[in-house]
C-alpha cells in the first residue's frame, strides 16, 4: 500500500519567502567588503584612499579610468602594493559625454561585474577666472555635473543589469548651500548631489545602490593654497567615513559627520546672514 | 530578455539574514517541464535554484541572473512499509512532517526550522540535533534528479553516481538543479519527545557533558550565553531527548499518540528598527534564558515544534534584527581542537558579541561530499546584528583560526568568507570544480555565494 500526499496547500500557508523586500541596500559581502571596483577620475586622492583601505579588506581587481593615464599608473601600482591584484589603466575625459556610455559599456563587458563605481572626476576652478571667462565655467560645471550624468546613468544601466553593487558619488556640502565666493562649483556640485540622490532611488529594488558622499573642505591637491575652512579634513578620514557607510549600507555620508547638522542649520540662516558667513 | 523566454518578473531577492539582496528575474516554475525549460533558457548571467530562501547568506541569489523557485509544485510520496519517501524539491520539512508523522515517520534530520525544502537539504548538506549518531541529510538520501542547464535530467544513484551524488550533497545547488529526491524517513512510536535539561556553568562543564554523554542521546545540542563572561564563559543549557514510546508517554496523550501540529504563535511585523537588539537588551535576555532552565530534569516530554523548531513559532523572526539584517557565522572545529574553540568563545565573549542564538552541538564523523561542512568536531553557531564596525576584522581572524586547525566555515550560513581560505577549509574544492565542469560546462550554474567565494566565474 503505497499513500499518496499532495501538499500543496500547505505550503502555500507557509510564510512568506524570505528577502523579497525592497527596503534594505546592498554591497557585495554581509559587511560591505567589495571584491572590483572601477574608479572614474582615477587621480582623485579620496577615491585613492577608499580603494586603500578596501585593498587591506578584500578588493582584488581595480579600473582606474582617468584624463591623466600617467598619474593613475602609478596609483595602479601603489595598489597592487596595497594588495591589489590586478590593476587596469584606460583613458577617461569626463568632459567628453558623448563618449561615456559605449566607455562604460565596455569596461563593463571586458573587465566583469564591478561590486563598486566611484565617481570621483571634479574640477574645483576658481570663481573669480569664471566671472571673467563664462566658458571656462561652463567647461567646469559639464566635467562636475554634465559628465557625471552621462557616466552615472551608463553605469546605473550596467549595476541593474548586473543586479547589484554600488555608485558612490562624490559630492560636496557646497551642493547644500551656494557660497557666492564659489558658486559655479557649488551649483555644480548641488546638480551632481540632486542627480545622484534621485538616481539612488530610482535604482532602489534593483539590487543597485547609490552612496552619496558630501565631505566638508578637504585638503588635497585641489584645495592646495586655499585658506582652510572650519571642519577641514584629510582624504584619510573621508575615505574611512566612505568605507563605514559602504558597511552600514546607507544612503548619504557626511565628512566629518558633524557637518550632516552644521548645514543642516547653515541651510536655514536668513541671506544676509548666510552672505556674512560664507564670504571667506 | 528576448521574447522566446518566459517574461519573468524582475525583483531583488536576499538570504534570511537579509544582508545583500541583489536583483534577479524569479521563474516560479509548477511541473518539471517549465523547470527545464526556464533552466535551458538561463540568461548569460546563469541560473540557480531556490526553495524557501532559508541559508543565511547570498546561496539562493543570482545577481542579474534566473533564480527558480519551485516551492510552488510539490509534493511527495511515503512508502509506509519502508519508510522511503520521494519529495518533490520544492517540498519542505514542514509540509512533509505533516504527512509522515501521523503514520509514525519522522524525516531522517531536521534542522533548527522546518521551513526548508527537500532540494535546500540535499545542497546544504543540512544537518540537526542528532548528527553526533546519524549524520547528515544526504547520510539518508538514497537518489535524486537532476536538471542540468543543457536540458538533460540525471537520474542519480548514491551507489551507481557516488561522483555526482557527493558533488551535489553540500554543493550549494552548483552543479545541477534537484527536481526530485529519494530519501529514508523513520519510525516512531509517538510524536512526543523526553527531554533531559542540564544547565552547565561555564563552557568546559558543557564540553565535558556533551563528549561523555551525547552518545546515549538521538538528539542533543546546547544553547550556549556568549555574553557571559570570566568564570561564566561559554555557560550553556545543555538540551538532550529522544522520541518517546507509546507506554512512556502520559495517559492523556495516549489516545492520540502520533499528533503533529506545526504550529506559529506569533508573526513579527515587518517594521521592526535597527538596534533594538543591542549588548543590553540581548544580555537581559540571555539572562533570564539562562536562569529559566532548570539545573537539571530528566524525562521531560516535549512535542515536535517545542523541541526542533522553536523558533518557527514566531513567523520572519529574522525581522527582529531590523531592515540593516544579520549574519551567521557558524564553524566546525576537529575534536581535539577543544583549546581553539576556548579561544573563539573567549573573543566572542571579550567582544560583548551580540548574540542571543548562540549553539554549540558535537557532530559526529562527516560523508564524502566534497563541500558538505559537518566534520567530526565541535560547531558553534551564532547569529550578530550587522553593524558592530570591529565585526569584520573579529570574524576573519576567527576564520582563519578555524581554517588553521582543519575547521571550516558553513557555507549555507556564511555571507562574507574572505575568498582564499576557501580552499583551506575545503581541500576536495578542485575535485569539485573538476565534477562540476563535467555537469555544466558553460558554467550556467551561479549564485551570488558563488561568485563571491570564486567557485564560479565573477
Known sequence: MRHHFRVGHPIHRLPDQAGTSTSVLTVEDALGAVQSALVLGGTSEIALAVIDRLAADRCRRVVLAARDTAGAAAAAEHLRAAGVETTDVIEFDAADISRHPALIETVFAEHGDFDLVLLAFGVLGDQATFDRDPVAAANAVTVNY????????????????????????????????????????????????????????????????????RPGFVKTRMTAGLP????????????????????????????PPILRWVFALLRHLPRPLWRLISAR | MSPDRPDYPRLTLAGWGRTNPTGAWLARVHCPDDL???????????VIARGLGRSYGDASQNAGGLVIDSTGAAQFLLDPDTGVVTASAGASIQAILEGIVPYGFFVPVTPGTRFVTVGGAIASDIHGKNHHRAGS????????????????????DRDRHPKVFWATAGGMGLTGVITEATFRCYPIETSRLLVDTDRTRDLDHAIELMAGGDDAYDYSVAWIDLLARGRFMGRSVLTRGRFARREELPPALRTHPLA???????????????????????????EFWYRKAPACRRGEIQDIPTF????????????????????QWQCVVPEDAVETLRDIVRQLSDAGCTSFLAVLKRFGPGNEGHLSFPIAGWTLSLDIPVGDPRLATLLDRLDEQVAAEGGRIYLAKDSRLRRELLEVMYPRLDEWRRIRDTLDPNRLLRSDLGRRLGLCPD
Open chain 1, 146 to 213: 554634465v559628465g557625471a550624468v552621462s557616466t552615472g546613468l551608463s553605469v546605473a544601466q550596467e549595476l541593474r543589469r548586473q543586479g547589484h553593487g554600488t555608485l558612490v558619488v562624490l559630492s560636496s556640502v557646497a551642493a547644500e548651500r551656494p557660497r557666492k565666493t564659489n558658486f559655479v562649483y557649488g551649483s555644480s556640485k548641488a546638480g551632481l548631489d540632486a542627480f545622484a540622490q534621485g538616481l539612488g532611488d530610482a535604482l532602489e529594488g534593483t539590487g543597485a545602490h547609490v552612496l552619496v558622499v
Open chain 1, 228 to 255: 582652510p575652512q572650519p571642519f577641514s579634513t584629510t582624504p584619510a578620514a573621508v575615505a574611512d567615513a566612505v568605507v563605514q557607510g559602504l558597511a552600514r549600507k546607507r544612503h548619504t555620508v557626511w565628512a
Open chain 2, 36 to 46: 527545464v525549460r526556464a533552466l535551458t533558457h538561463a540568461p548569460e548571467r546563469g
Open chain 2, 137 to 156: 541529510w544526504c547520510d539518508h538520501v538514497l537518489s535524486f534528479r537532476l536538471a542540468l542547464p543543457d536540458g538533460s535530467v540525471l537520474d542519480v
Open chain 2, 260 to 286: 503533529y501540529e506545526g504550529r506559529q504563535l506569533a508573526n513579527v511585523p515587518p517594521v521592526f528598527p535597527s538596534g533594538l537588539l543591542n549588548p543590553w537588551s540581548v544580555r537581559l535576555f540571555n
Open chain 2, 308 to 327: 526542533f523548531h522553536p523558533l518557527d513559532m514566531i513567523g520572519n523572526w529574522n525581522l527582529i534584527y531590523g531592515p540593516r539584517g544579520f549574519i
